[in-house]
């Protein structure tokens, strides 16, 4: 039996000085919504202006928005394009809120607004969901700025990491949860390269997450999903960093499709596996990961790559969009508030109660 042999690559590390700003994925200009469409990167960066909220619920099903807490700040300025009157935001909230149904923080977003709504001491409707917004927009960058702090404490002066999906600048307000750990890490003064999985089957990994990474200057590896196994067996891998798009009150989290896996083959091979995401994201009505409703992607999402039939006609199509991983394999959740290790009903209730 041939002995498998160590990788033949040299990790290359970002260079120690801080990276460019991260890109802001998304601007309201008063009478339009403005977003990078994720759909068409890493070939194209188009920005689509978007005046109604039909437009923006059509985004965030298609993907051209996504990443939980851009979603709620998508959502709320969806609201705000509804404000005609108080009767037209009330009939737009329902649908914008389940635009995306594992995404909570579109939920809370809207449910915020709404409360802003009924808050409203005179003005006019638009007037106020418009600094709803904006905070909520504004609040989300604090808090990915503090995610990358916290966390970026958590890793060696020299880190080599294994991230999933895209939970960067792309999925927030212009900063990102796990990635959001990354460029603070290299603010820091630490070597960092990071290993992305592509993330089937839209590639969010291989499209978004590197190119993100790559604008930014910090070295980037894309390997197939499947590979995260033997890399992290070979060894040299620091931790696995990821976002979250739900997390239940006892501390189960919800992620994109085969953070699960991974979950598992980091607890096997002794790596940390860190989960980075603002508060937002914590759902404490939700008692556990058996309550997360995962959401069912269009077949034709794993049938057809980006145009081509990849699957025969006529096949059965297993699509969720996201996994559950349990609280027992996350070795600490990252938040604006600081790091919840072990992580559990007990830290999730501290970090909801902190101020």
């Not at 905070?135 to 080599?160: F, K, N, Q």
């Not at 600490?332 to 007990?346: N, R, S, Y």
Request: hydrophobic letters at 45%; glycine letters at 10%; a positive charge.
């Amino acid at each position: 039996m041939v002995a498998e042999q160590a990788p033949s690559r040299k990790v290359r590390y970002h260079r120690r000085v801080p990276p460019p700003e991260p890109v802001r994925p998304l601007r309201f200009l008063g009478d339009a919504l403005e977003i990078l469409d994720q759909t068409l990167l890493p070939g194209r960066e188009v920005w689509l202006s978007l005046t109604r909220p039909e437009e923006v619920i059509e985004a965030i099903s298609c993907l051209r928005v996504r990443g939980a807490p851009l979603l709620g700040i998508a959502g709320a300025y969806a609201l705000v394009l509804a404000a005609g009157g108080e009767e037209e935001v009330r009939r737009a909230a329902p649908a914008v809120a389940s635009a995306r149904p594992t995404a909570v923080n579109l939920r809370w977003a809207v449910e915020r607004m709404l409360r802003a709504l009924d808050a409203r001491k005179g003005g006019g409707v638009r007037e106020a969901l418009r600094a709803e917004a904006d905070r909520i927009r504004e609040e989300d960058l604090a808090a990915c700025r503090a995610i990358g702090r916290h966390g970026a404490a958590l890793l060696p002066a020299r880190a080599t990491l294994l991230t999933h999906c895209n939970a960067g600048a792309l999925a927030t307000a212009g900063y990102g949860t796990a990635l959001g750990i990354v460029y603070a890490a290299v603010a820091s003064g630490r070597a960092v390269a990071v290993f992305a999985g592509e993330t089937r089957p839209l590639l969010q990994g291989a499209r978004l997450t590197a190119w993100e990474l790559a604008r930014a200057g910090i070295p980037v590896t894309i390997l197939t999903d499947g590979a995260a196994g033997s890399l992290l067996r070979r060894g040299g891998i620091d931790a696995v960093l990821v976002g979250a798009d739900r997390i239940a009150a006892n501390g189960d989290v919800a992620n994109k499709i085969g953070t699960y896996p991974l979950a598992v083959l980091a607890r096997e091979h002794g790596v940390p596996f860190y989960v980075a995401a603002p508060r937002s994201t914590i759902d404490a009505a939700c008692p556990s990961g058996k309550a997360i409703p995962i959401e069912e992607r269009p077949a034709a999402e794993l049938t057809e790559s980006f145009g081509l039939r990849t699957a025969p006609e006529g096949v059965c199509v297993h699509a969720p969009a996201f996994d559950v991983t349990p609280a027992r394999l996350v070795t600490a959740l990252v938040t604006e508030t600081g790091v919840i290790t072990p992580l559990d009903g007990a830290g999730i209730a501290a970090t909801l109660a902190s101020p």
